[in-house]
């Protein structure tokens, strides 16, 4: 896909507004509001999880906020070594306090780009990206950043995804983007709706569900399997 990126927010911006914003991200019982179903992918994606690598001992989250996710799953398997990546300094720091006092496993952060790191081959057993894969631009930047993750999964671990997303037929996406803001109209009302709008517009490139799916299949992952999906949002991953 050749898009024009220009226009889109930085990291730098991207980054700024997140280290003004970790209040709003640390509440684990609704998780971030403006994510629609967002307990539910929250319990849908760290349960798949359990199932899947009911033995994990090493777990990756991808744009982890305040750690709600890396809480989650710390609920259903204890005393995992949490590795902790986000662009935020704020964030990581809320993160690292948060999840330390849920685990006896070591708890390590890494601030920095998602297309940046470099990571070990074959060993997590769990990775976790919330509201975070949107941030990609290029299709280099997600097949670059799935490659990755399935290079540092062991074998059968598992990779899982909550995430605003794109339709690839246009009269459903708008559809759905329609439905997404009369559901923040109802949150918080129309200059709050318009609030959230403007900013996903301006630091937002979804992807569908299905350009997802199959790059996932592309890159490696045996398995990949649709969790949930309601409107502008999705749950979904793939297992190693």
Not at 11 to 31: A, K
Not at 79 to 91: A, G, I, K
Not at 162 to 185: C, G, K, V
Not at 188 to 199: C, I, N, W
């Amino acid at each position: 896909m050749n898009t024009n990126y220009t226009d889109k927010a930085t990291n730098e911006e991207i980054r700024t507004r997140f280290d003004n914003d970790v209040e709003r991200f640390s509440n684990l019982d609704t998780g971030q509001a403006t994510t629609i179903d967002a307990p539910l992918t929250m319990e849908l994606c760290t349960e798949a999880a359990k199932y899947i690598n009911p033995n994990a001992k090493n777990l990756l989250d991808i744009g982890c906020g305040a750690g709600n996710y890396t809480l989650k799953m710390l609920s259903k398997i204890s005393n995992l070594n949490c590795t902790l990546n986000d662009l935020s300094m704020s964030m990581l720091e809320r993160a690292k306090e948060r999840v330390s006092k849920q685990t006896n496993g070591e708890v390590s952060i890494i601030q920095d780009d998602m297309r940046n790191l470099n990571l070990p081959d074959n060993h997590f057993d769990i990775i976790l990206a919330a509201a975070t894969f949107h941030h990609l631009r290029e299709d280099a930047d997600w097949e670059n950043v799935f490659s990755k993750l399935y290079k540092t999964l062991k074998p059968g671990g598992s990779l899982w995804i909550s995430d605003l997303i794109a339709h690839d037929t246009e009269p459903l996406n708008r559809l759905f983007q329609q439905r997404y803001s009369d559901y923040l109209d109802i949150l918080g009302g129309p200059e709050y709706r318009q609030k959230v709008l403007d900013y996903v517009a301006h630091e937002d490139t979804p992807r569908s569900v299905n350009y997802q799916m199959d790059l996932l299949k592309k890159v490696g992952f045996t398995y990949v399997e649709i969790l949930h999906k309601n409107s502008y949002f999705a749950a979904f991953g793939g297992i190693k």
